[in-house]
T-cell receptor, first 110, second 112 residues
């Protein structure tokens, strides 16, 4: 399977702490994207990182990509209760055919 | 700019029936993709349309079909519904297909 796999499956932290989620994939990719989903709703796009990029930032989010290890990480700094959601990575190695991992459920306790 | 819209938001059907779901992409987006999300299988790619042509297809039976109209709006159809088709169906649009995908709120289908 080409699916990305997130790790850990679940993460529980206190507000203000940092949260790190990892994603591993199996084949070469064009880009990797991170999404957030709140309880059964649509997915919200967070960051897209291309295969020739190593790191990207967006507000409190930092994404790294290591194509040699076929892995990516998403760091959320100074987490808030509103960050409670499921986070998915999606890889694209075939024109607009995206593969999603099973997600990391993040619970940020106030 | 309006986001991706999906109708209906909720649907209840019985086994054997068929259903049609609709997706209106963001204005200017020509690519529409469909996904099925279930607790057991996660998010799975159904198919992608670009300029009225199916460009990619996932591993779903022929009961799942779709189409795209000239205004980029897309529909997906599921015939002969089975209990296992109960899921959240999400559509996503993007400009070209290789860039950021924007998701709609989804249609929750329950098959009884």
């Amino acid at each position: 399977s080409q699916q990305g796999e997130e790790d850990p499956q679940a993460l529980s932290i206190q507000e203000g702490e940092n949260a790190t989620m990892n994603c591993s994939y199996k084949t070469s990719i064009n880009n990797l994207q991170w999404y957030r989903q709140n309880s059964g709703r649509g997915l919200v796009h967070l960051i897209l990182i291309r295969s020739n990029e190593r790191e990207k930032h967006s507000g409190r989010l930092r994404v790294t990509l290591d194509t040699s290890k076929k892995s990516s990480s998403l760091l959320i700094t100074a987490s808030r209760a509103a960050d409670t959601a499921s986070y998915f990575c999606a890889t694209d190695n075939n024109f607009n055919k995206f593969y999603f991992g099973s997600g990391t459920k993040l619970n940020v306790k106030p | 700019k309006a986001g991706v819209t999906q109708t209906p938001r909720y649907l209840i059907k019985t086994r054997g029936q068929q259903v049609t779901l609709s997706c209106s992409p963001i204005s200017g987006h020509r690519s529409v993709s469909w996904y099925q999300q279930t607790p057991g299988q996660g998010l799975q790619f159904l198919f992608e349309y670009f300029s009225e042509t199916q460009r990619n297809k996932g591993n779903f039976p022929g009961r799942f079909s779709g189409r795209q109209f000239s205004n980029s709006r897309s529909e997906m159809n599921v015939s002969t519904l089975e209990l296992g088709d109960s899921a959240l169906y999400l559509c996503a649009s993007s400009r070209s297909g290789t860039d950021t995908q924007y998701f709609g709120p989804g249609t929750r289908l329950t098959v009884l």
